[in-house]
Each structure stands twice: as structure tokens, then as C-alpha cells.
């Protein structure tokens, strides 16, 4: 990261200690340029995730490019003790990463940890691919994790008059340790009513092929998460993982509960072009 | 090979089980909480407790080589047994030869995971269980739900059913008046057996120590009374020091019943000594490996031998929250159990533990000892598939759709393609309801599919691009 500790020390001194921080300045990133690895779910289901996070980081003065050749970093295989076949498609991941030394921005808690925590583990120690891997999970960042800790952004000018609340997915809040950047967004939108849920980190119940394996435990522990999310009066699920948001979604509308899911980047993209 | 589905099914079909379940967890959940918050150094005791057990168990022979010694020279035998049955026969030649017909038993999983009791009953010996809760199991013919809590999933009514039924006593809901019949009874089979089983939570190497973590004054009736008194421990029990001994014990009991520290802690120093006036004239320790020396000979899954059996991990674990102990099947339930019973017998012994888990990390989190539980159960899910893959002869199914399935990811051309295969197949997907092609099936029997949408997020951005 040699540009990120500068910028944020530099976007520090911008945000005002008393009152409301303007929203961020574009002027100062002006020069940054990410790569968006947009996941496979996200590409073939909910291409508007993608879209919004495109829409948010340009919005912060970010330049976002796209590379065509990705797919999938691997996860689906690896998490199903397929460990060869997930190798095979995080090289193709690496291939298109290891020349360059952009940030990689990934808009799902899972994705960015299947590329930071495991992606180095499936090759050797010492050797090449172990290198080009463990460079590229250096340089990976959650969506929201790169606003806030690179960026140094919270208030990104997004508005939106509603109850939400937030769940915290598995793999982002346990394994890249991630729980606060998503909230201190959240809270920063303008009209927001932040609801935090009871038991707001209790898996809700998707984990992967877990969720066909053992598709009537994984209903359970989704219904149970849904009682949280009712409870807390919030007409809005906030998630950064659209796996788990999938999950969630479908169990509210096979029972026709009134609660919608919202990626992060969806609601951070509300706002007046 | 040990079935699971069945197990599962009826737990969460089982609308008592569920609310029992709800009602305990929720309890021990808020006070560990609490005893947790009071040790402003809980961190760097968990990384201590880690870096203590790891050191012991890449030296274990070692350490237990030096306690062997020390616990002989305090005038106790130690027994080394490689296998179940290897202690269980040493335990039926000692009572054979003592002439013992009956034995109290104080908790101890290792017990369990021997089927020590089956096997004593079956050898003409009266094993009576003295923990409570496996009094209750013992009476209702259950094995235990949960290593600490063992009758967690039964409620005050039905435990009040099962004293009634067996022990003759009046129905009540005042858990005291239950509590004082197992008393009761316990007291005569103390003061009649003329030998004692425990467990062992530490076993201390310097000093030769047995430390036995209780809470009803069981355990020290069971080594006081009877005339021998055997303490089975599993290898990885053993620590080096007893000055390690107080992180361990304040970890051990905040973690697994929310105490600053448990009602009786039991240091045992071998037999009863020349001018002392209780404790048994013999004292046995039964090393038991079983399955554990195998277990230490990966050094990354190693780590599984660290657990000191806190029983945390169940109680965090959403998994466990919803199905209960008895659907895991096996002696260890919940998180610990699913990746120890894959390793004490085989992956193909145990293959649907490892997938049981929606890998979500509550139970690392909570873990003294910060076994890295979700990340074993990624290597023994890599074990139980390569030895599908090995056994098959062709290639099982799943693994098919998943070399499908790379093959696929590895280019972009043949990414593209299916995506506009999978929309023109979309159609058959795109309907509301339950739809009848594996593995959609299993998603929308109780889930909505998502909508495939029309376009991909590649397709619009070019679009998009276009346009700028």
C-alpha cells in the first residue's frame, strides 16, 4: 500500500472534528486507480451490486478498471474440500493481477477473504506462485474496508430515509476482522435510521454449499436471523456479502416478509448525481 | 461410517428439544459474556494457553514420560493403553481381580468416547454414573448432549418425569427436590463401591498432579471413598507446570460455566498416604491415546489436541444452537466434535462432520486455546473428498460438477458461453416456488431462487463505457 497511508493521513486532515464531515473531497483522489474484481455471483445475479460500487468509487474520484477475463477467485470449490480445482481457478484469478500494483477492490467479505486468507495457502511455500499470490492478497481490499482505511472516507453523500439494519457476514467479520468500516459508512448517510440487531454477528445460515448439503439447517439458522432483523423495526437488511443477502432474500420472500436486502454499495450509491 | 441426516431431521423436528436448546444456550451465553469482560487480560491468556499447548504437544512424549515418573514415585501405577479396548481390559482384570462389582464414575468424555459404562455393564460390573447430568443420561439410556452440560438438552419436566419413573420420586418442578433424590441414591453407591473412575481435566508433568474440574463434590467422593481410585486421561490432558495450571483453570471454567472458578478444584497427589485418613490405598492413571498420536503426526491439525474441553464452542456455534448434540452422533458434539471425530476414527468413518458447519468462525472466536476450527474443517472436507474420489473407481458426481465447473472458470471464453447458455435456460428457472432439478431443489424448498438477470455487470459496464 505505498500510496494509502499517505492518502489517508492527507483525507485525515480534511474531516472536521465537530459537526457533520462534508462529504469526501474528489478532488484529492483524483490519481487513484483500482482494479474491481466483481465476483462471480455478483457478474451473473446482481449485476446492479457491481454497478454501484463502480458508481460510489468514481463518485470518491476513483478510477476503476475492469478486467473482462475475470470469473470466480475459487471459493465455491475450495470451501467443498475441492482444494486442486479451486487452484486451478485462482491462477487464472492471479494471472490477471500479478503484473501490476493497483489495489484490488472486491465488493464481498467471502471473496475478499477466500483472495487474502486462503488464495496464498494453496501454494507452496517459497514458491513462485506462493509469491505472486501472497502480493495480490496484499493489495486485495473489501469494498468497504478500501473506503474507509484507504480512502479514509466515511461520509460519501449518499441519502437514504429509512430503518436498516446490518448484518455482519461470517467470513469478513471473522477472518479479515472487518466491522466497524461498514457502520461507520452506514451511519454517515444523511436520513438514515441505524438500527443496530440483536445478535447482529450469528451466522445467518448460507455457508456456501452448506446450504443445499444441509439445506434444512441453514433454513433454521436463516429464520432465526430473520427474527433478529424483524425485531429490530428495520424495513432494510445492509449486507457486504450478496451470498449471504441471497439466502436472506430468498427465505423473506418465500414468506412474503416485508424486509428487503441491500448490498452496501446499493445503498451507498443513493445519491444525486 | 456414522449417519448424521436422520439425526438432524428429528432434532430439529423435535419442538422440546428446540425450545430446551433456546432456553439453556441463551443463559450461558450472557454470563460467559460477563466472566469473560472481568479479565482485562483474557487475550494474552488464550495466546499463553495456546503457546503452552503447543509446546507440549510437539514434545508430548516428554512430558508424559516425566509425569509417568512422578506420579509412580507418589506411589500411583500408570498404565499406558494405545486403544479403547486396551484400557477398558485393564479396568476389567484390576476390578476381576479386586472382586469389584460396582463402580462409581465421575464425568469424563474419555469414559464416553470408550463406551466405558456398555462395556463394564456388559462385563457384569454396575457402573453408576455421580455428575447429575449423567445420572440423567445414565437413567434415560441417552449418551451426553453436550461435553460439559451432558443432559443440556433435557428440561426440569422431563428430567422430573424420568426421577419419577425411575427412582420412584413425586413429580416436582423444584430443581432442589430433584437435585436432593440423586443425592440421595448417590450417597449409598459412594459409600458400596469399593472402586472409583474419573476423568482428568490436567494432568500437571512436574509434579505428578491429576486435576479433576467439578462442581458437586463427585469427583472427590469417587477418589475419597472407594479403596482404588482410576483416572483415565487422554494423552494431550498432560501440561508441564502447575504454574501454568492458573491460566489454564481460569479459562477452563469462565469459558466452559461462566465461574471465576468451580466449586471443587481436585489436585490429586497419588494414593492415600501413612497417616492420612481418606483417599484410596491404589491409585491408577490410564494414558489412553486412541486415535491421538495419529492426530499429532499433522502439524498443522495437530492443534486439535490443545482443546482442554471447555465446551464453548457448542454453545457459540449457530449449528449446534439449532440441532442440538445428540444429531452429531458422536461421543464430541458440536464444533470440537466435528473436527475431532473425523480424526480420532477416519474421514471415512465420520464424512458429513466436516460438512455440517456453515464454516462461520464462532467457535475459533470463543476458543481458549484459539484452535483454528473452521480452517481444520477445510482440510478434513479436502480428506473426506480425495478419498471419495480414490474409493469411487470413477469420478463421484460432485467432484464431476466441480472439475466442470473450473473448467469452465479458467477461461473467459467459456465463461461467456455458458452465461448465454444459462440464459437461454433461464426460463426454466425463473418461476416462483419449488423447482425439481438437484441442487435447486434442496435451495427452494424453503428460499426463493434470485432472478438470473438479463444482462451480466461485464455487459453493462462495457454499455456503460460505450456511452462515456
Not at chain 2, 13 to 39: P, Y
Not at chain 2, 230 to 240: D, H, N, R, S
Not at chain 2, 284 to 296: A, C, S
Not at chain 2, 406 to 434: D, E
Request: glycine content about 8%; hydrophobic content about 40%; overall charge neutral.
Amino acid at each position: 500500500m505505498p500510496f494509502g497511508v499517505d492518502l489517508v493521513s492527507r483525507q485525515r486532515q480534511l474531516v472536521s472534528p465537530c459537526g457533520p464531515a462534508p462529504p469526501c473531497s474528489t478532488v484529492m483522489l483524483a490519481t487513484m486507480r483500482v482494479s474491481l474484481f466483481v465476483t462471480c455471483l455478483i457478474d451473473q445475479l446482481y449485476p446492479q451490486v457491481g454497478l454501484s460500487a463502480v458508481k460510489v468509487l468514481r463518485k470518491l474520484g476513483v478510477s476503476v478498471d475492469f478486467d473482462r477475463r475475470q470469473t470466480c477467485c475459487g471459493q465455491p470449490a475450495f470451501n467443498t474440500g475441492f482444494a486442486e480445482e479451486a487452484r486451478h481457478v485462482a491462477r487464472h484469478m492471479l494471472s490477471l493481477y500479478a503484473d501490476d500494483d493497483q489495489p484490488i477492490v472486491i465488493p464481498s467479505g467471502s471473496c475478499a477473504s477466500m483472495v487474502k486468507v486462503f488464495v496464498p495457502g494453496l501454494f507452496p511455500e517459497g514458491s513462485r506462485e506462493r509469491a505472486t499470490a501472497d502480493k495480490v492478497a496484499q493489495r486485495t481490499y473489501e469494498f468497504s474496508d478500501f473506503i474507509v482505511s484507504v480512502l479514509g472516507c466515511e461520509r460519501t453523500g449518499a441519502s437514504f430515509p429509512e430503518a436498516v439494519t446490518y448484518h455482519d457476514s461470517c467470513h469478513l467479520l471473522r477472518e479479515l476482522h472487518i466491522s466497524e468500516q461498514p457502520r461507520k459508512l452506514i451511519r454517515q448517510v444523511d436520513g438514515i435510521d441505524f438500527r443496530e440487531m440483536e445478535n447482529s454477528t450469528r451466522c445467518c445460515g448460507f455457508g456456501g454449499t452448506f446450504a443445499v448439503k444441509f439445506e434444512d439447517v441453514s433454513t433454521a439458522m436463516g429464520e432465526e436471523k430473520i427474527r433478529w432483523i424483524q425485531n429490530s423495526g428495520a424495513r432494510y437488511v445492509i449486507g457486504n456479502d450478496v451470498s449471504c443477502l441471497m439466502h436472506l432474500d430468498g427465505l423473506l420472500r418465500r414468506k412474503n416478509i416485508p424486509v428487503k436486502t441491500l448490498h452496501l454499495a446499493e445503498l451507498l450509491a443513493k445519491f444525486n448525481d | 461410517m456414522i449417519e448424521i441426516r436422520p439425526q438432524i431431521r428429528s432434532a430439529l423436528a423435535d419442538s422440546q428439544l428446540q425450545k430446551n436448546l433456546r432456553l439453556t444456550l441463551s443463559k450461558t451465553a450472557a454470563g460467559r459474556r460477563q466472566a469473560i469482560a472481568e479479565v482485562a487480560n483474557w487475550e494474552e491468556l488464550r495466546q499463553h494457553a495456546r503457546q503452552v499447548k503447543a509446546h507440549t504437544i510437539s514434545r508430548l512424549g516428554e512430558y508424559l514420560e516425566l509425569l509417568e515418573k512422578n506420579v509412580i514415585a507418589q506411589g500411583g501405577n500408570v498404565v499406558w493403553a494405545e486403544t479403547g479396548p486396551d484400557a477398558l481390559d485393564f479396568i476389567f482384570q484390576l476390578a476381576l481381580e479386586k472382586g469389584i462389582r460396582k463402580v462409581v464414575k465421575s464425568k469424563s468424555m474419555l469414559g464416553e468416547e470408550i463406551r466405558l459404562n456398555e462395556e463394564l455393564e456388559r462385563n457384569g460390573i454396575e457402573p453408576i454414573e455421580t455428575d447429575l447430568g449423567e445420572y440423567i443420561v445414565q437413567l434415560g439410556h441417552e449418551h451426553p448432549s453436550h461435553i460439559v452440560f451432558p443432559a443440556l438438552h433435557k428440561s426440569k419436566e422431563q428430567v422430573s418425569a424420568l426421577f419419577a419413573d425411575k427412582l420412584g420420586m413425586p413429580p416436582t418442578d423444584d430443581c432442589e427436590k430433584i437435585t436432593a433424590t440423586a443425592r440421595k441414591v448417590l450417597r449409598r453407591h459412594f459409600l458400596s463401591a469399593r472402586m472409583g473412575i474419573t476423568g482428568v481435566n490436567f494432568g500437571v508433568a512436574e509434579t505428578g498432579t491429576i486435576v479433576v474440574v467439578e462442581n458437586e463434590g463427585n469427583a472427590r467422593l469417587s477418589v475419597s471413598v472407594p479403596e482404588i481410585h482410576v483416572a483415565i486421561m487422554g494423552l494431550e490432558k498432560v501440561i508441564p507446570r502447575a504454574e501454568d495450571l492458573g491460566v489454564f483453570l481460569k479459562l477452563l471454567t469462565r469459558n466452559a460455566t461462566a465461574q471465576k472458578i468451580s466449586t471443587y478444584v481436585n489436585l490429586i497427589n497419588g494414593k492415600r498416604r501413612p497417616g492420612e485418613l481418606d483417599g484410596p490405598s491404589e491409585f491408577y492413571l490410564v494414558l489412553l491415546d486412541n486415535g491421538r498420536t495419529r492426530i499429532l503426526a499433522d502439524e498443522f491439525l495437530r492443534q486439535t489436541l490443545y482443546c482442554i474441553r471447555c465446551g464453548a464452542c457448542l454453545d457459540v456455534c449457530p449449528v449446534y444452537q439449532t440441532i442440538g448434540g445428540h444429531a452429531y452422533h458422536s461421543t464430541y458434539q458440536g464444533p470440537i466434535g466435528a473436527i475431532l471425530t473425523p480424526q480420532l476414527l477416519s474421514a471415512e468413518d465420520a464424512p458429513e462432520h466436516p460438512f455440517a458447519s456453515s464454516l462461520c468462525g464462532a467457535c475459533q472466536e470463543i476458543c481458549p486455546v484459539k484452535i483454528e476450527i473452521p480452517h481444520i474443517l477445510l482440510k478434513l472436507r479436502e480428506k473426506v473428498q480425495d478419498q471419495k474420489s480414490a474409493r469411487a473407481g470413477r469420478l463421484p458426481l460432485e467432484r464431476w460438477g466441480l472439475q466442470a465447473w473450473s473448467w469452465i472458470m479458467t477461461s473467459p471464453g467459456r465463461y461467456a458461453t455458458t452465461n448465454r447458455l444459462a440464459r437461454g435456460f433461464a426460463k426454466m428457472f425463473a418461476r416462483k416456488g419449488r423447482n425439481p432439478v438437484p441442487p435447486l431443489s434442496y435451495w427452494t424448498k424453503s428460499r426463493e431462487l434470485p432472478v438470473l438477470a438479463p444482462k451480466t455487470f461485464r455487459e453493462l459496464f462495457e454499455e456503460e463505457e460505450r456511452k462515456s
